[in-house]
């Protein structure tokens, strides 16, 4: 069970262990954003560096 939702992050990625999967956020204080390049171009070099699959 997931503790409350966090508002100040929103995020779509509901195969995420910490999803809030009843509104569209995450339920963690904080995320790291991350990039999968050494420079981001654009949207697809960054990545939410807290994901854990569920
Ligand atoms: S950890 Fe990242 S991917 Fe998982 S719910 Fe939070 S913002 Fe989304």
């Given at each position: 069970?997931?503790?409350?939702?966090?508002?100040?992050?929103?995020?779509v990625?509901?195969?995420?262990?910490?999803?809030?999967?009843?509104?569209?956020?995450?339920?963690?204080?904080?995320?790291?954003?991350?990039?999968?390049?050494?420079?981001?171009?654009?949207?697809?070099?960054?990545?939410?560096?807290?994901?854990?699959?569920?």
């Open positions: 069970m997931n503790s409350a939702r966090n508002n100040s992050i929103g995020c990625v509901n195969e995420c262990r910490f999803h809030a999967k009843d509104t569209n956020h995450c339920t963690l204080d904080k995320i790291q954003v991350t990039k999968h390049e050494s420079m981001a171009k654009d949207i697809e070099c960054t990545d939410c560096g807290s994901f854990v699959k569920e």
